[in-house]
T-cell receptor, first 110, second 117 residues
Framework: EDQVTQSPEALRLQEGESSSLNCSYT??????LFWYRQDPGKGPEFLFT???AGEEKEKERLKATLTKKESFLHITAPKPEDSATYLC???????????FGSGTQLTVLP | GAVVSQHPSWVICKSGTSVKIECRSL??????MFWYRQFPKQSLMLMAT?????????EQGVEKDKFLINHASLTLSTLTVTSAHPEDSSFYIC?????????????FGPGTRLTVL
């Protein structure tokens, strides 16, 4: 059975304090791993798709990496506006459905 | 590109009434759309997959007669909550597949907050 675990559940950082969020997955035949950001009361916003181990993608202060068992979302010098819940979702084989992890709630304090 | 809208953004209704939520892909065509619900402090749970011109596929435990899905065009899917009850109160979010030239990426709408009194 496919499983997705995100850690930590919650993370509080000072502005400028870099850190990483983890997404561990057990999926047969990974086709892609998606990262989204969700603000309270809103729908998720697409960030990245990673397709193969070793792949990295960057967007502003965020960088996502992928191994065969986990993905990391690195946040460099975060700002308060980076505060949100970050969700990962691996997709297996020919499936189109996203199975979301429980998310990491990030709070960046000024 | 890849903008998805939902209407209404929030709705309050009485128990026993039906509520329709619309999901539109504004700048792309989507043969596949998805419907999720989200309870407070929880992640998104997939309810059903909606394919244009065919019947929706519901996830296990989701009552298809209660949550009616219609995907009548390449830009519109609707979710109707029939005979709503307080336990149906939730945040409903749709997504559309394939915007922005990314055929395997889901783009989400802003969500609809349903409160059943």
């Amino acid at each position: 059975e496919d499983q997705v675990t995100q850690s930590p559940e919650a993370l509080r950082l000072q502005e400028g304090e870099s850190s990483s969020l983890n997404c561990s997955y057990t999926v047969s035949g990974l086709r892609g791993l998606f990262w989204y950001r969700q603000d309270p009361g809103k729908g998720p916003e697409f960030l990245f798709t990673l397709y193969s181990a070793g792949e990295e993608k960057e967007k502003e202060r965020l960088k996502a990496t992928l191994t065969k068992k986990e993905s990391f979302l690195h946040i460099t010098a975060p700002k308060p506006e980076d505060s949100a819940t970050y969700l990962c979702a691996p997709v297996a084989g020919s499936a189109r459905q996203l199975t979301f992890g429980s998310g990491t709630q990030l709070t960046v304090l000024p | 590109g890849a903008v998805v809208s939902q209407h209404p953004s929030w709705v309050i209704c009485k128990s026993g009434t039906s509520v329709k939520i619309e999901c539109r892909s504004l700048d792309f065509q989507a043969t596949t759309m998805f419907w999720y619900r989200q309870f407070p402090k929880q992640s998104l749970m997939l309810m059903a997959t909606s394919n244009e011109g065919s019947k929706a596929t519901y996830e296990q435990g989701v009552e298809k007669d209660k949550f009616l899905i219609n995907h009548a065009s390449l830009t519109l899917s609707t979710l109707t909550v029939t005979s709503a009850h307080p336990e149906d109160s939730s945040f409903y979010i749709c997504s559309a597949l394939g915007g922005g030239g990314h055929t395997d990426t889901q783009y989400f709408g802003p969500g609809t907050r349903l409160t059943v009194l």
